[in-house]
């Protein structure tokens, strides 16, 4: 064989090698691009349902006012069937509710409120969502992760389990009642505007309510306020709920991103602006959550403020909170992601210690439990817990008129906390 022979036999080798691979790489490179676009867009049409009323809010969302009955929670199978509870058939502070205590305790002082009051109302018989948009999933790591917190998110207090390494950077200042029966729980919480370093971390002022195994079978129902960029794509103070039956693995998710909790009020929105919000030495603003157990129906009630009832997370969610939780949490979380090898400066409730006390720190007061009676009562033999107390801290106390309560939060990175 010639030279020049083998020469064209190896050129054509390689040309027939590479032709398709470049060809190819294109080719599958916009199959990708294409069938990632078409998963954002069917998950879209699943989580945005068509709406009666659509509100432009000041802060950029879109609150869309959607017939009770085409929500989020009627995609789950188990749910086809379902009778939407109109309320709960007890309540953990009237009682036994009467058709004339619908509507609990009317109170005059509930300016607290939502951004997008401002704008507009939704009509009876629908209920407020806030809007997904492309951008908001296309921020996020996957479609499938979007609206949903990382495996093994939730912390267990003072356990050979906590590693500061392990979490995912996830730092706590929280107080805890454990081992006994709980059927919920209440708190007024105090509203800030925390600081976020980088987008992908968050902080979050909220009540947990668990049972099961932590990072194996943990169920979790979870309200507060977050300040999340990733999630919302800006830096607002957002009420927010979220559930889980395995530990944050395949079930669950924030607000209304998945089919679980069943809305029935037509004037709060989950995910949407807080206002207003506290500043330091100066006005204080704080939201009164409170989750409980329907001991007849068996599903998780939540009340935001004194007179809105927002809905619940049916019983069959979950396997041990179908019975009762065993442990309930209170406090701040942020995520430090040591993005330049130093602490984030990303801060918890106010941003100050809890030392510095009222109008400068975070808190949370009239911290109670529903307990076996189903009645409020103050926790008792709280345990309170931190990772790094020069970093976030917190200070628990009791009084007349805060009954049980803390100081929490702190600034991140400081010269104690490099
Ligand atoms: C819902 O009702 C239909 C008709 O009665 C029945 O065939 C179906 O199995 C039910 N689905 C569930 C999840 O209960
Ligand atoms: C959020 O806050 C950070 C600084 O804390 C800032 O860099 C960023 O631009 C803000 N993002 C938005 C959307 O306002």
Known sequence: MGVLKLLFLFLLMLVSLTLP???GKTTLHRHRHRRRRLEVHSHLKKLNKPAVKSIKS????????????????????LLKNHTIQMRPTFHPEGGILSDSKVSIKGSKSEDI???????????KGTIPIRRTKKEDIL???????????????????????VDLNGQNGHQHAIIYVEGGQYYGAKATINVWSPKIQQTNEFSLSQIWILGGTFGQDLNSIEAG????????????????????????QATGCYNLLCSGFVQ???????????FPISSYKSSQYDISLLIWKDPKEGNWWMQFGNKYVLGYWPAFLFSYLTD???????????????????????????????????????YFRNIQIVGESNSLRAPEDIGIFTEQPSCYDVQNGKSDDWGN??????PGRNPNCP
């Open 113 to 123: 409120t939502q951004l997008w009051h401002l704008k507009g109302k939704c009509p």
């Open 21 to 23: 691979t470049v060809g």
């Open 324 to 362: 009762s939780a065993s442990m309930i949490e209170w406090g701040g979380e942020v995520v430090n992601s040591e993005s330049d090898g130093q602490h984030t400066s990303t801060q918890m409730g106010s941003g100050h210690f809890p030392g510095e006390g009222f109008g400068k720190a975070g």
């Open 139 to 161: 921020r996020g790591n996957s479609v499938k992760s979007y609206g949903k917190k990382k495996p093994y998110a939730t912390v267990k207090p003072n356990s050979i389990e």
């Open 225 to 248: 306020w977050q300040v999340s960029p990733d999630l919302y794509g800006d830096n607002n103070t957002r009420l927010f709920t979220y559930w889980t039956s395995d530990a944050y």
């Open 264 to 274: 029935i009020n037509n004037e709060i929105a989950m995910g949407a602006s807080i």
């Open 405 to 410: 309560y803390f100081f929490y939060g702190g």
């Open 58 to 77: 000041p802060d950029g969302d879109i609150i869309d006012c959607v017939r009770m009955a085409h929500q989020p929670a009627f995609d789950h199978p």
